[in-house]
């Protein structure tokens, strides 16, 4: 399997991609072309676990690139931490609606779908080549706990993870400062969250100092995090094709970075039947305007209560764009060029429109929808839902006609205690856990909003 940029570099392979993260022409790696599973392949999913389904339908896209008694390990011990034998499992919430929970890994939330997987194939990747990393992360909440379970204890990288001091909730906060880990360096930076990004922005622009330290970042561009994502849409319907026979399947994505929906994409691609992609979004809608309206245009980020979702450029996109302008690379990057002046795309046309409205659909969902869904939800399900989730599950309301349709649940309501009491006024506590990481010791370091200062902190750690 070989992989191209959508801005025209390569072919190179699936262990270059791990190591590059972006493509060295600013674009983002896609496969050169998709695998297609046949329909007896995909019947037999049927009869596998969930870690084995994620062997079957990786192990293409990696190729020699990790061998496979080594993938198999990695993929048994990332998903063998989750707490859920199924991984994740599938609840009926009415008749042809399911809810598919992604968030039972180690910090809750659905990216430790992807960086249980990512850290130890980074880990194998840097010690085939000798070499170490650095990571350094920007995070408001969600990524960064996930990103540190992912790689913490890791002998080749080291991981600087910066989040807004005092922003962040308590539980996220103790997430990153209780790894116990000596690789893991959580810096509170006296600030906002768009100050951290700033900084790591303003680092990894200072080549010499990105290369004396090996950096490299986990964000969501990265294939090897996407890749782990397609597993659960083949799971899901190795699960429920027996429940609706002859009836194509649609899903509810709650969508922001557009990782997750485009996961689904690919999932589609590779020869699953799927009827829709129902993209869910909040009021920073610019992935719901397009689909519906062909106006890809930015505007200013609106805080939410489905704060992962708080997204105005969704950086997954151009991977679909540049399927949609026929893998013209020129094309797309006269396109990216446009948005990034006028901070709009050019309209597609007619038949393209019309292609991606065959794929996808989309619903935008009001914060007034998002906390009577969640209250419905408790109150005539009796199931407590997150506000992300809610998004999806409210989406997928209005849209009747995608049923049979899962619906893709992306946190645990824990993690969003405020939203839940505003909708539901009840209260949950992971006693255990939160017990548990009470009682260890939080380790990190405040620093000012001020790229030098961590710079030189990142030095004085290596
Ligand atoms: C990241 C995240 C999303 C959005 O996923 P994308 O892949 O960025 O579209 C949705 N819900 C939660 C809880 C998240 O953390």
Redesign the pocket.
């Known amino acids: 399997m070989h992989y191209i940029s959508t801005r025209g570099f390569g072919p190179v392979n699936f262990r270059t991609t791990v190591l590059d993260g972006l493509a060295p022409d600013g674009g983002l790696y896609v496969p050169a072309s998709y695998p297609k599973f046949s329909r007896e392949e995909l019947e037999e999913l049927s009869f596998l676990s969930y870690e084995d389904i994620a062997d079957k339908i990786m192990s293409p896209f990696i190729g020699d690139s990790v061998p496979s008694d080594i993938l198999s390990q990695i993929i048994k011990t990332a998903y063998g931490k989750f707490n859920d034998i199924e991984v994740t499992p599938l609840i009926q919430y009415e008749e042809d609606t399911w809810i598919m929970e992604l968030f039972h890994g180690p910090t809750f939330?659905?990216?430790d779908i992807a960086m249980q997987f990512l850290g130890p194939i980074l880990e194998y990747t840097l010690g085939e080549e000798g070499t170490n990393a650095t990571v350094i992360g920007a995070t408001s909440g969600?990524?960064g706990p996930a990103a540190i379970e992912g790689l913490k204890n890791s002998d080749n990288i080291n991981v600087f993870m910066l989040y807004p001091h005092n922003r962040t909730s308590a539980i996220q906060r103790m997430q990153m400062t209780t790894s116990g880990s000596q690789n893991i360096f959580p810096i509170a930076i006296e600030g906002t969250f768009d100050d951290c990004q700033n900084i790591v922005k303003e680092l990894f622009s200072d080549l010499a100092f990105k290369e004396k330290i090996n950096a490299t970042s986990i964000n969501?561009i990265s294939w090897a995090r996407l890749l782990p994502q397609m597993v659960y849409y083949f799971f899901a319907w190795s699960r429920l094709r027996d429940v609706v026979p002859g009836k194509e399947i649609s899903f509810s994505?709650?969508?922001?970075?557009?990782?997750?929906?485009f996961a689904g994409y690919l999932a589609m691609q590779c020869g699953l039947p799927i009827k829709s992609i129902l993209v869910a979004t909040n009021s920073n809608d610019i992935l719901t305007r397009f689909i519906n309206n062909n106006d890809y245009s930015s505007h200013a980020v609106k805080p939410t209560r489905?704060p992962?979702?708080d997204?105005q450029i969704?950086s997954?996109f151009e991977r679909l764009l540049f399927d949609i302008y026929g893998r013209d690379s020129d094309v797309l990057k006269h396109a990216m060029r446009e948005f990034k002046q006028h901070k709009a795309l050019p309209k597609i046309n007619d038949l393209q429109i019309d292609e991606t409205r065959s794929i996808f659909s989309a619903e935008s969902i009001s914060e007034v929808d998002t906390l009577k869904m969640m209250s419905e939800s408790d109150f005539t399900h009796n199931i407590l839902i997150?506000p992300?989730t809610a998004v999806g599950l409210a989406a997928a309301k209005k849209h009747p006609e995608l049923k049979p349709i899962v619906s893709l649940a992306?946190?645990h309501p824990l993690k969003f205690p405020s939203a839940l009491k505003e909708a539901t006024a009840k209260e949950l506590l992971f006693d255990d856990e939160l017990d548990k990481m009470m009682k260890t010791e939080e380790v990190f370091d405040i620093l000012p909003p001020d790229a030098e200062l961590v710079r030189q902190y990142i030095l004085d750690n290596l």
Do not use: C, Q, R, W
């Open positions: 939330a659905f990216k969600d990524t969501s994505v709650p969508t922001g970075n557009f990782g997750d929906a489905s992962s979702m997204i969704a997954n997150d992300h992306t946190a």
